[in-house]
């Protein structure tokens, strides 16, 4: 068996989104990065974000009862990155970082073009756990870039096309996806034969 | 600009992990596979996962108070699987898939040996959400392959040997990591330096 060498208490996390965040609404909408992220329900599909209590973007959320969350391609990174930099306040990020806001269907806070993948989302709670704020948001809508998917049947995104960009947190690194390995609810059935 | 294609309400995330949940003590014990899991705060480093309300995982996390999160290779996608596929209220999961229980440091939950990092979680709330329970639980310590770090600097993590499996959820797919990008909190520099 390997031998494990203690880390102590860390929130270091692997592999996940780094997702750009938009809140607010025109003129005064901000997109920050965010790797505190994960879908908490699927009834309703509800994602949840968590967020510095200082932050910009939890101002404008509050303000506004919804964000966009917006999934980036691999070739974004440096935009990905450049968003967590600085600070929204100060200075229009989208527009700095090249990123052009489109309306979204069902909220009036824009979705990002330039990202494949785009969720809508209405506050439903929010909870404080330490210097954190947790907002939950209902998925009310999502989309795609249409060259990204089967458009004769939508459950078939084209993952490799869309090509996620991956984060992997505390050791601070953006890495592409690599090999599709195989099939969820599929490939363990072989060993479940054998049991 | 690219068209977009709506989806509707939709729980499809992606890029995120196939962790591998541990709950229960000796000889009660069980493994489950879990997408909905993010960090959810930095003070104290805290995890939340989901889990339907009828899952066994979440009776044994209620009983013990406790979990472990192993982060399982790309090697592993078929155990993974496997270990989303059945119930473990009928089998020894861990036992059936091959996959070893050995001790934690601060939980009487164990961890998993073939997964090369691990955190152990000591519950502090539920939230319930529709069908879904989000459990939140402290990071107490985490734990990594003494092979895939810099044991001369332990923030040296590397990622490309742990190669931490990626899922992407409602596609139901399982990636592997490809190309390191760039450096978080540094790629985006050269855009922040133009503006």
Known sequence: ??????????????????????????PKHNVATVAWIGIVSSTPPTVG????????????????????????SASLFKEVDFCGLTHGRERDKLKA???????????????????????????????ELGDWVLVLGEIVETSIDEDKIDTSNLAKIDIAT??????????????????????GFGAGKDILKEK
């Open 49 to 72: 974000i968590s967020l510095k209590k200082d932050r910009y973007t939890l101002q404008l959320i509050r303000e506004f009862g919804e964000f966009t969350v917006n999934i980036p």
């Open 162 to 183: 869309v090509d996620p960009l991956v984060y992997c947190a505390k050791v601070r690194q953006y890495w592409s996806i690599g090999k599709k390995l195989g099939e």
């Open 97 to 127: 970082a090249g990123l052009t806001p489109i309306a979204g269907k069902l909220t009036k806070t824009p979705i990002i073009s330039e990202c494949p993948y785009n969720m809508e989302c209405k506050v439903t709670q929010e909870l």
């Open 1 to 26: 068996l390997p031998t494990k060498i203690s880390l102590g208490p860390s929130d270091a996390f692997f592999p996940i989104p780094a997702a750009l965040i938009v809140s607010g609404v025109e």
